[in-house]
């Protein structure tokens, strides 16, 4: 089943008088989502009662749950000990993750400012595979870690790249923001086919279980030269990438994604945007 969901708690969720996320589950599900992405972006502080309260609610409501590492963690960094605690926060989310129930988690992917490509690559390869490999000695392997595309032109994490940091082993899988995609590509997402490619190369690459049910983030992006600006609403279509032709490729190739919806403040309207225009092709 497709699931459909925001990224954080939307400015409607505020507007109706909540205030905890772990009220998020009932409130999606009422409006008619199924998906919500816990964002730990600024750091892994949610404690155990709440995580376990927030996945207890989302079982109830019949919601998935993924949850955002830190965005400080950087697989590819020069310095050594920065490296290990991206290890470590990575395993802190994945500790929250299995509190709540959540599936996944999605990780940044690195830089490549100060370093080549291929040297930032083989950092961040080392970085990832020691951390399965100590999330397998935690038995927290039941969790899949999604290493995410990016949309800066200097940082790691290319379709591509990310394709080839999950062949490391079965526990990782993507995470496709189509957004930093088409920013970093300077507009490349318009048609079918741009979409259709991409999704073959993962099932292609990785196999069909990963290339049917592999983690989305879907927004319009403003970019620029240098890639991602900022992200925008989906009712602004100054930029991509529109979400009809990808809907038509689930469709076609009977995808089963989660699609989270990282618009500011708008995410359950986008989100469910997506879900309609999904269903009008089915």
């Known amino acids: 089943m497709i699931k459909f969901g925001p990224a954080g708690n939307p400015d409607n969720f505020y507007t109706r008088g909540f205030k905890s996320s772990t009220d998020m589950p009932k409130w999606l599900n009422e409006i008619g989502l199924n998906a919500y992405e816990y964002q730990c972006s600024k750091g892994v502080k949610i404690t155990e009662k709440t995580a376990r309260e927030l996945g207890k609610n989302a079982k109830e409501n019949d919601i998935a749950l993924s949850v955002h590492s ?12 920065k490296r290990d605690n991206s290890i470590n926060y990575i395993l802190s989310t994945l500790r929250a993750a299995d509190f709540m129930g959540a599936t996944r988690i999605v990780v940044h992917s690195g830089s490549c400012a100060k370093i080549s490509r291929n040297d930032a690559m083989e950092l961040a390869k080392d970085t990832i595979k020691r951390a399965v490999d100590a999330a397998k000695t935690e038995k927290l ?13 200097n940082q790691l994490g290319t379709v591509d790249e990310v394709i080839e940091l999950c062949k490391i082993d079965e526990i990782l899988m993507p995470c ?52 991602e600006k900022k992200h925008i609403v989906y009712d602004d279509d100054s930029f991509g990438p529109a979400f009809d032709p990808f809907a038509e490729v689930i469709a076609k190739k009977n995808l089963t994604p989660v699609i989270i919806c990282e618009s500011p403040g708008t ?16």
């Open 176 to 227: 496709v923001d189509f957004g930093h995609v088409n920013a970093r590509e300077m507009g490349s997402l318009n048609v079918i086919e741009d979409f259709e490619s991409i999704c073959n190369k993962i099932q292609n690459e990785l196999g069909e279980e990963r290339g049917k049910n592999f983690h989305v983030h879907f927004t319009r992006i403003e970019f620029s030269a240098g890639g």
């Open 267 to 282: 995410q359950d309207i986008d989100s469910l945007t997506y879900k309609r225009i999904l269903e009008g092709i089915k």
């Open 70 to 81: 830190p965005y400080f963690i950087s697989l590819s960094s020069v310095e050594k000990e």
């Open 141 to 153: 392997d039941h969790i899949r870690i999604c290493p995410e595309t990016m949309g800066k032109i």
